[in-house]
């Protein structure tokens, strides 16, 4: 009974599908007409001088053609236009639908998620079977398609990386290169590092500043990229850049924006100290670590640090030297709100964002180009962005950016 019941059901889905396209080709078709019919009857006093006919005219029906919806294919016939008019330039005048513009092949929803599917790491040979997952008709789509996308993509980074940043004032900057394997690189190029800046607006948005290949993590190519920021109209640099040890970024910011102040990312610090210390003793280590950059005062953070030292030094002097060096760097954040510490004290904003980009570069075993790589690191990159939630206290945002001082997180009275 119970297979009864499932085939009927199923057959019943199937006819309810049916009626649903067929109501929805109906609709369609109707409203192509009402256009070509509200066309010519606006057009029904123009004449010609010498015969006295109409210039604007059906002229019978083009061919039929599938049009691929989120409701399966829906066959409709749009009615041709016979318009003898021209303009002043003296060129024919052509009536084009605004339903149905020319070589429409399939819905703008199904055309938005093929790029998502793409990016989520379904491979384009799989289209099909995936949109049909979803109810959605997907006969008709190629690799070729992917090829299209990425070719629009690499022209919408090019735009992007060009745009005037004049007016543009970012308070805070997260900073890393990230690394992908590339299938077709040739012998000796080694991995591709994608150079990436994120900022904070004075509204709190999160915002993606700076997508940029680069020759591993250099300080020439930072210098290229924040250079390259500044001379498009970032005069001000952010009032703090988080990012890792990475020695040249560090060095090209001070050449670029020599006022923004430097901190250190906590979870790429921890990782480091611990790769020093045997793994039986890491837990304990990385608990007294966090202890360190959880303290509510910059006082009880020092005290934290002094008690790492007092426990490690003497056995591992390599895990104190790691902390040590960038003492200064590491604790910057007190001297703002504390709203923003979870913020600051990581460049997990891009670390987060970029878990996304090793998953589809991971599912397609690397990009087969430096290039490919490149501009799917941007859409992603951008597809991510409209999901970023502001800064915790985004309205004290506009406050550090106008110089109000902060201790251990506190506004300073003034």
Same mark, same amino acid.
């Given at each position: 009974?119970?297979?009864?019941?499932?085939?009927?059901?199923?057959?019943?889905?199937?006819?309810?599908?049916?009626?649903?396209?067929?109501?929805?080709?109906?609709?369609?078709?109707?409203?192509?007409?009402?256009?070509?019919?509200?066309?010519?009857?606006?057009?029904?006093?123009?004449?010609?001088?010498?015969?006295?006919?109409?210039?604007?005219?059906?002229?019978?029906?083009?061919?039929?053609?599938?049009?691929?919806?989120?409701?399966?294919?829906?066959?409709?016939?749009?009615?041709?236009?016979?318009?003898?008019?021209?303009?002043?330039?003296?060129?024919?005048?052509?009536?084009?639908?605004?339903?149905?513009?020319?070589?429409?092949?399939?819905?703008?929803?199904?055309?938005?998620?093929?790029?998502?599917?793409?990016?989520?790491?379904?491979?384009?040979?799989?289209?099909?079977?995936?949109?049909?997952?979803?109810?959605?008709?997907?006969?008709?789509?190629?690799?070729?398609?992917?090829?299209?996308?990425?070719?629009?993509?690499?022209?919408?980074?090019?735009?992007?990386?060009?745009?005037?940043?004049?007016?543009?004032?970012?308070?805070?900057?997260?900073?890393?290169?990230?690394?992908?394997?590339?299938?077709?690189?040739?012998?000796?190029?080694?991995?591709?590092?994608?150079?990436?800046?994120?900022?904070?607006?004075?509204?709190?948005?999160?915002?993606?500043?700076?997508?940029?290949?680069?020759?591993?993590?250099?300080?020439?190519?930072?210098?290229?990229?924040?250079?390259?920021?500044?001379?498009?109209?970032?005069?001000?640099?952010?009032?703090?850049?988080?990012?890792?040890?990475? @020695?040249?970024?560090?060095?090209?910011?001070? !050449?670029?924006?020599? +006022?923004?102040?430097? $901190?250190?990312? /906590? #979870?790429?610090? *921890?990782?480091?100290? @611990?790769?020093?210390?045997?793994?039986?003793? !890491?837990?304990?280590? +990385?608990?007294?670590? $966090?202890?360190? /950059? #959880?303290?509510? *005062?910059?006082?009880?953070?020092?005290?934290?640090?002094?008690?790492?030292?007092?426990?490690?030094?003497?056995?591992?002097?390599?895990?104190?030297?790691?902390?040590?060096?960038?003492?200064?760097?590491?604790?910057?954040?007190?001297?703002?709100?504390?709203?923003?510490?979870?913020?600051?004290?990581?460049?997990?904003?891009?670390?987060?964002?970029?878990?996304?980009?090793?998953?589809?570069?991971?599912?397609?075993?690397?990009?087969?180009?430096?290039?490919?790589?490149?501009?799917?690191?941007?859409?992603?990159?951008?597809?991510?962005?409209?999901?970023?939630?502001?800064?915790?206290?985004?309205?004290?945002?506009?406050?550090?950016?106008?110089?109000?001082?902060?201790?251990?997180?506190?506004?300073?009275?003034?």
């Amino acid at each position: 009974m119970e297979n009864v019941a499932g085939q009927m059901s199923i057959a019943t889905c199937s006819v309810l599908d049916g009626i649903l396209r067929e109501g929805a080709r109906r609709m369609l078709q109707d409203a192509i007409e009402r256009e070509v019919e509200e066309y010519i009857a606006a057009c029904a006093d123009q004449c010609d001088p010498v015969t006295g006919r109409r210039l604007v005219v059906r002229n019978g029906r083009h061919p039929e053609r599938p049009i691929q919806t989120p409701v399966g294919p829906l066959r409709v016939q749009q009615p041709r236009v016979h318009d003898k008019r021209k303009d002043d330039e003296g060129n024919p005048i052509r009536f084009t639908s605004r339903i149905l513009p020319p070589y429409l092949r399939k819905a703008p929803s199904i055309e938005k998620l093929i790029p998502w599917l793409y990016l989520k790491g379904i491979s384009s040979g799989d289209f099909p079977e995936a949109l049909s997952a979803l109810g959605l008709d997907g006969s008709g789509l190629s690799a070729a398609s992917a090829i299209r996308m990425k070719e629009i993509w690499r022209q919408e980074w090019v735009d992007w990386s060009r745009q005037s940043m004049a007016g543009k004032q970012y308070t805070y900057f997260w900073a890393d290169g990230v690394h992908f394997n590339i299938r077709l690189a040739e012998e000796g190029e080694g991995r591709q590092c994608i150079l990436v800046v994120i900022g904070v607006t004075e509204d709190g948005t999160k915002e993606l500043v700076a997508i940029q290949e680069g020759h591993r993590e250099s300080e020439h190519s930072w210098l290229e990229l924040l250079r390259d920021l500044r001379d498009r109209g970032l005069e001000t640099g952010p009032q703090l850049a988080v990012g890792d040890g990475a @020695l040249g970024f560090w060095k090209a910011l001070k !050449q670029v924006y020599p +006022k923004t102040r430097c $901190q250190r990312c /906590w #979870m790429h610090k *921890t990782a480091n100290v @611990l790769n020093n210390l045997p793994k039986s003793l !890491q837990p304990a280590a +990385k608990a007294k670590l $966090q202890a360190i /950059w #959880m303290a509510p *005062t910059k006082a009880d953070a020092l005290a934290a640090l002094e008690k790492f030292v007092r426990d490690y030094q003497a056995k591992y002097p390599k895990a104190v030297e790691c902390l040590l060096k960038d003492k200064e760097e590491m604790l910057a954040f007190y001297d703002f709100p504390a709203e923003h510490r979870e913020h600051l004290r990581t460049t997990n904003p891009i670390e987060s964002t970029f878990a996304t980009v090793r998953l589809r570069t991971y599912k397609t075993k690397g990009c087969g180009s430096r290039q490919a790589c490149l501009t799917m690191v941007f859409k992603l990159a951008k597809c991510a962005e409209k999901g970023w939630r502001k800064l915790c206290g985004h309205e004290l945002v506009k406050e550090v950016q106008s110089g109000i001082t902060f201790t251990d997180g506190i506004r300073r009275a003034a």
